[in-house]
């Protein structure tokens, strides 16, 4: 089992910062894909930001410029600095870690999300 673990969530005003950390715990063989979504109250979880094993990133439009996704191969852990935060980001953080346990068996693991609330 790979278990993901988020924390850095909180309430922060318009215009603030925050930084949502992903810890992987367990046995990986290869950590290929590491990504970060949201989901707000109503809606669909979505795509923000993803990071390959070659550091390849994708971000969505909305924070494209405010968000950057980074990672730390050697933790296998996973950052997102979110700046300029607005009340629209308001949603629970899940991360999403895909890769290999072991050379044969795949994983797609989801961390169990943490809050960020902005206020106006």
């Known amino acids: 089992q790979v278990q993901l673990v988020e924390s850095g969530g909180g309430l922060v005003q318009a215009g603030g910062f925050l930084r949502l950390s992903c810890a992987t715990s367990?046995?990986?063989?290869?950590?290929?894909?590491m990504g970060w979504y949201r989901q707000a109250p109503g809606k669909e979880r979505e795509t923000d930001a993803t990071?390959?094993?070659?550091?390849?990133?994708t971000y969505a439009d909305s924070v494209k410029g405010r968000f950057t996704i980074s990672r730390d191969n050697g933790k296998n852990t996973m950052y997102l600095q979110m700046n300029t935060l607005k009340p629209e980001d308001t949603a629970v953080y899940y991360c999403?870690?895909?890769?290999?346990?072991?050379?044969?068996?795949?994983?797609?693991?989801w961390g169990q999300g943490t809050q960020v609330t902005v206020s106006s």
């Open positions: 999403n870690a895909r890769g290999l346990r072991t050379s044969v068996f795949r994983f797609n693991s």
């Open positions: 367990g046995s990986i063989f290869r950590l290929e894909f």
């Open positions: 990071i390959t094993n070659s550091g390849t990133t």
